[in-house]
């Protein structure tokens, strides 16, 4: 587990937050060594971040990722023919941020993709100050959006911060469409998809590379 120095954005909430929380980090593994100790990484921020890249071009041979591109890589395969999957996120530059990330990574694959729906709410409101009642207001409400944009097998928590939140998103997909939905629908949690995807990098480079 690896925390950001203090010198990094407490909150990362726009493409100058992903800049310097980049900049930041990356010099502080470039001077602690850190890497060398590790056979994969996951970034946990819910963007494109820089670090994702960053890693894999100067730390060739270790497995990295981030919490966005493992959820969407663990919920491709679940959803059906004819139904989509969507993101629930914080505010609203996560929108357009998102879903231009959508396009980079899949390209002209992205036809089930219902979009990206935000809260108003910034990453470090889930564990602030924040009444829980707001917060599961918005969440409900984005949810309802995007269930009003197509049938979602999936809906990606689209913040790390959201972890333990899922419930509320079934709430409010038992509210819109019924229980048997409710119970149907995969919630995914960037941060647990994020755990089993490097674990499945690390295990398929030691199966697939020469012995």
Not at 76 to 87: A, D, N, R, S
Not at 142 to 162: F, N, W
Request: with cysteine; hydrophobic share 45%; glycine share 12%.
């Amino acid at each position: 587990m690896y925390t950001a120095p203090k010198q990094s954005p407490a909150s990362i909430n726009d493409g100058d937050d992903i800049k310097a929380s980049t900049e930041v980090v990356w010099a502080n593994l470039e001077a602690t060594g850190l890497l060398k100790h590790y056979d994969g990484v996951l970034i946990a921020c819910y963007s494109k971040h820089g670090l994702v890249e960053q890693i894999q071009a100067c730390q060739p041979g270790l497995p990295a990722t981030g919490i966005f591109e493992a959820s969407v890589l663990a919920s491709l395969p679940l959803v059906k023919p004819g139904c989509g999957w969507g993101i629930v996120t914080t505010g609203k530059f996560w929108e357009a941020h998102l879903a231009d990330a959508i396009t980079s990574l899949l390209g002209g694959h992205a036809g089930s993709f219902l979009g990206v729906q935000s809260t108003g709410l910034a990453a470090g409101d889930f564990h602030g100050d924040v009444p829980p009642e707001v917060i599961r207001e918005k969440l409900k409400a984005a949810t309802k959006r995007l269930l009003a944009e197509g049938q979602p097998d999936c809906i990606l928590m689209g913040c790390g911060g959201m972890a333990g939140l899922e419930e509320v998103i079934r709430a409010a997909v038992r509210e819109q469409l019924g229980e048997e939905a409710a119970r149907a629908v995969y919630v995914v949690d960037g941060v647990r998809a994020g755990v089993g995807v490097v674990e499945q990098m690390v295990r398929s480079k030691r199966m697939f590379q020469i012995s």
